[in-house]
C-alpha cells in the first residue's frame, strides 16, 4: 500500500477550518482564570449581598419590635381615650335621656289636656245634638198626635156619616116591612072580617048545615 494517499478535499478543508479556529493553551488558561474570578466575585457579592441582607433583616426585626412597642402603646393610649370617651358619652346620652324623658313628660301632659278638652267638647256637642234630638222627636211626636188626631176626627165624622146613612136606611127599610106587614095584617083582618059577616048571614038564613062554609077571597 502506497503512503502517499489523497485526502478528500472537503477533510482538507474541514482540517484548514480546524487549524484557523483551534485556540492555544494559554488563551484557554487566561479564559479559565478569568472564569474563576468572576466566580469568585460572583461568590464575594453574594456574600456581601447576603451579609446585608441579614443586616437589613436585624434592622427590620428591631425596627418592627419598635413599632410593635409604639403600637401597643398607642393602642393603650388609645383604649384610655376610649374609655374616656365612652365615658363622656354615657354622660351625655344619660342627659340626653333625662331631658327626652321630661320632653316626653311635658308632651303627655299636654296630650292629655288636648284630648280631656277634646272629650270635653265633644261631650257637650253630644248633650246638644241629644237636646235637639230630643226637641225634634218631641215635635215630631207632637204633630204625629195631631195628625192622628185629624185623622180620628175624620174617620169618626166618616163613620158618623156612615152609621146615619145606614140608620137612615135601616128605618126607611123597617118603615117598609112595617108597612108591608101592616098591609098584610089590614088584609088579613079584611079577609077575617069578610069570612065572619058570611058565617052570620048563613046562620041567620037557617042554614042546616052542620060544618061552616068558608069562602075564600
Known sequence: MSAN????TFMKAMSNVAGENKVSSKVIKAKM?????RAKLVSKERALQLAEEKKTAKELTKLQKIADK????????QAKEDAKAAKLQAKED??????????????AKLQAALEAKEAKALEKHQAKEAKALEKQQAKEAKALEKQQAKQAKALEKQQAKTDAKQAKALEKQQAK???KQAKALEKQSAKLDRQDLIQEIVKKLGSDESNQVTVEV
Open 5 to 8: 494517499t489523497k485526502m478528500p
Open 33 to 37: 482564570a478569568a472564569k474563576a474570578k
Open 70 to 77: 409604639e403600637a401597643a402603646k398607642l393602642a393603650k393610649l
Open 177 to 179: 116591612t112595617d108597612a
Open 94 to 107: 344619660s342627659k340626653a335621656a333625662k331631658l327626652q324623658a321630661k320632653d316626653d313628660a311635658k308632651a
